[in-house]
């Protein structure tokens, strides 16, 4: 047919890796949301996190990174990208480190979050195609925001839902003063899942000084989960899927340096 153009093929990758961020009204401050993306950006560029990327079967993976606030406050602040080698990482370390917090009134709605983010792996969970395809998917919380209109039950059944349309772990990081009752509250509630025998795990991280210690145990984290995660594609020792916990292209805006 004259002016047809044929849908073009998805771009296997080893996994698909979403960071679901909390942005919601009292939770992160500007300060402590910069010193988060300026740690992805040190996290996803560094030797060990890139070494562990590259280790995959295909040596690439699909990232994406996604606010979530009140019901109705769900933005896209990077969209799929993918990220195979250093000069890869390198952009979206850059396009991580412009970000700048949305603006959300309310309580966070975790359900909401983990529905949006659901629908975004696209064809894996169901939804419309995102021009990637892979064999894992997972979605890496970072939450900053235990609020006192909790909905656990709301939140059990997105977590199950997710889990059931494809999703294969939820992991979370919880930041904050209050970080320790927000993975006990994620650990009953959210994270769930399994991959090559590994499942969802959640944990704690300081946004408060020295940035580098940021840095480094996101990276840290990231290497684990790359190299925990390992699933088979074949049953062969050599094809290994390389997993990471997730993170370009709108830009909520130029933040201040």
Do not use: C, K
């Not at 892979?134 to 199950?160: F, H, K, M, W, Y």
């Not at 650990?187 to 991280?205: D, H, K, R």
Request: proline share 3%.
């Amino acid at each position: 047919m004259a002016g047809f153009l044929p849908r073009a093929a998805a771009e296997a990758v080893d996994t698909e890796l979403l960071l679901l961020v909390d942005v919601s009204q009292g939770g992160i401050n500007n300060t402590q949301f910069n010193r988060l993306m300026d740690g992805y950006a040190a996290a996803m560029t560094s030797s060990q996190v890139l070494n562990s990327i590259e280790s995959g079967e295909r040596g690439q993976i699909a990232v994406s990174l996604v606010f979530y606030g009140n019901t109705f406050t769900q933005i896209v602040g990077i969209p799929w990208m993918r990220i195979g080698n250093a000069a890869e990482a390198q952009q979206f370390a850059n396009l991580v480190t412009v970000l700048t917090r949305p603006f959300t009134l309310g309580s966070p709605s975790i359900a909401a979050g983990l529905d949006y983010a659901t629908n975004h792996f696209g064809t894996e969970t169901g939804r419309g195609a995102n021009g990637f395809e892979s064999e894992t998917q997972i979605i890496e919380v970072a939450v900053t925001n235990l609020s006192l209109l909790q909905n656990p039950a709301g939140d059990r059944a997105a977590r199950d839902e997710s889990l059931a349309s494809g999703v294969d772990i939820i992991n979370s990081v919880a930041l904050g003063n209050n970080a320790n009752n927000i993975a006990n509250y994620f650990a009953s509630n959210v994270i769930g899942g399994e991959a090559g025998g590994v499942n969802g795990s959640s944990s704690t991280a300081s946004v408060n000084g020295n940035g580098s210690a940021l840095n480094n145990f996101l990276a840290g984290h990231m290497q684990q989960t790359v190299e925990g995660g390992a699933v088979a594609s074949v049953p062969e020792p050599s094809s290994t899927l390389a997993l990471i916990s997730g993170l370009g292209l709108l830009l909520l805006g130029r933040r201040r340096r």
